[in-house]
């Protein structure tokens, strides 16, 4: 089941800009360990679902996940071979909008090397660079 708003106010959004950091979402707050962005970048709902499953499969019994980001900004799509003009295509899905610091998910429960492994499973599935980081170490340089 993919992450996606109950309702939304407006079924078209502007696209906005990726510019800056992220200020908000960029410690720790649940887990020991977290998978930091290190650029920005739209994270669909189908990435996020790749990821989470990744790392429930490899973290096995006694771990804890948490996901940081929520796709609630809607992207448009127009289809194939339609000409110029005519409008802004239809919704096609949902994207979390990441910049660089941010705190995609959080884990628990593992030893360190289970959560190195899992990390290297889970950063395949992204779209951009991450790192991960262990709770009370905090040298991000932006």
Not at 18 to 38: D, M, V
Not at 79 to 94: A, L, Q, S, W
Not at 102 to 123: D, H, K
């Given at each position: 089941?993919?992450?996606?708003?109950?309702?939304?106010?407006?079924?078209?959004?502007?696209?906005?800009?990726?510019?800056?950091?992220?200020?908000?979402?960029?410690?720790?707050?649940?887990?020991?360990?977290?998978?930091?962005?290190?650029?920005?970048?739209?994270?669909?709902?189908?990435?996020?679902?790749?990821?989470?499953?990744?790392?429930?499969?490899?973290?096995?019994?006694?771990?804890?996940?948490?996901?940081?980001?929520?796709?609630?900004?809607?992207?448009?799509?127009k289809?194939?071979?339609?000409?110029?003009?005519?409008?802004?295509?239809d919704?096609?899905?949902?994207?979390?909008?990441?910049?660089?610091?941010?705190?995609?998910?959080?884990?628990?429960?593992?030893?360190?090397?289970?959560?190195?492994?899992?990390?290297?499973?889970?950063?395949?599935?992204?779209?951009?660079?991450?790192?991960?980081?262990?709770?009370?170490?905090?040298?991000?340089?932006?």
């Amino acid at each position: 089941m993919y992450l996606q708003p109950k309702k939304v106010r407006w079924r078209k959004q502007r696209r906005g800009t990726l510019k800056g950091k992220a200020f908000r979402g960029n410690k720790l707050a649940f887990g020991e360990y977290g998978i930091q962005a290190l650029d920005r970048a739209w994270i669909t709902q189908q990435q996020i679902e790749a990821v989470r499953v990744a790392l429930v499969r490899s973290l096995k019994k006694g771990a804890k996940v948490w996901i940081r980001i929520f796709p609630d900004k809607p992207y448009t799509k127009k289809p194939n071979e339609v000409r110029m003009g005519g409008g802004k295509g239809d919704p096609e899905g949902f994207v979390a909008v990441v910049k660089p610091g941010r705190i995609l998910f959080e884990f628990t429960g593992v030893p360190e090397e289970v959560a190195q492994e899992a990390f290297t499973i889970a950063a395949s599935k992204l779209p951009i660079p991450v790192r991960l980081v262990k709770y009370g170490e905090f040298t991000f340089k932006y």
